[in-house]
């Protein structure tokens, strides 16, 4: 199917930005959603930001305003940028593939973690 390849997590001081990175390899088909996952130490894994292949994003309202999520024009990766990150933000965060017609693929998970 696909697989999943996240970059760009690491240590950040609140209000601090970073930009996360996940290429795809594989079947990639016309039709899909990318899209970004996170899980806090002790808490379910949520969706942070989702991309669908004709360009409609969706955001959770928590970080409205200070995420944006975007695709290259070859449609193999999708990108978070990060601003204004506060403690909260901290967890592990997933990158997420679903195209017409293929089963959900996950990356290996990439650590954000904000703290001064």
């Known amino acids: 199917q696909v697989q999943l390849v996240e970059s760009g997590g690491g240590l950040v001081q609140p209000g601090g930005s970073l930009t996360l990175s996940c290429v795809a390899s594989?079947?990639?088909?016309?039709?899909?959603?990318m899209g970004w996952y996170r899980q806090a130490p002790g808490k379910q894994r949520e969706v942070v930001a989702t991309?669908?292949?004709?360009?409609?994003?969706i955001y959770a309202d928590s970080v409205k305003g200070r995420f944006t999520i975007s695709g290259n024009s070859a449609k193999d990766t999708v990108y978070l940028e990060m601003n204004s990150l506060k403690p909260e933000d901290t967890a592990v965060y997933y990158c997420?593939?679903?195209?017409?017609?293929?089963?959900?693929?996950w990356g290996q998970g990439t650590q954000v973690t904000v703290s001064s």
């Open positions: 594989g079947m990639i088909v016309n039709i899909y959603t």
């Open positions: 991309i669908h292949s004709g360009g409609d994003t």
């Open positions: 997420y593939h679903w195209g017409l017609g293929q089963r959900e693929s």
